[in-house]
């Protein structure tokens, strides 16, 4: 669980990202999933953007997203999700 002071520091930290994936028409499944760990391995934070055509709600897709790929859910503004998960090998986040 991260502190307020933690998704201070990692907002500030993805301000400047571009998110990498997009949850559409057919919403978050499983094979996202599966891409959102392999890329939040390297990355450790990383952005998800909902299209206006996704029929689910943003802050409903950003928890299941979490839960499903046990990262920590740090904000969801608008229609973009930031999600941050500490890397096993590629530890680059120092969180104060």
């Not at 933690?6 to 094979?31: C, S, T, Y």
Request: aromatic fraction near 4%.
């Amino acid at each position: 669980m991260l502190t307020g002071k933690q998704k201070r520091f990692l907002r500030a930290e993805a301000h400047h990202l571009q998110p990498i994936f997009q949850v559409g028409k057919g919403g978050a499944n499983e094979h996202l999933v599966r891409h959102i760990n392999e890329a939040i391995e390297v990355r450790e934070l990383l952005k998800v953007s909902v299209l206006n055509n996704c029929l689910e709600d943003p802050k409903e897709v950003g928890q299941w997203l979490a839960d499903e790929t046990g990262a920590e859910l740090v904000q969801v503004i608008g229609k973009t999700i930031i999600l941050y998960k500490e890397s096993k090998e590629h530890k680059t986040i120092e969180l104060p």
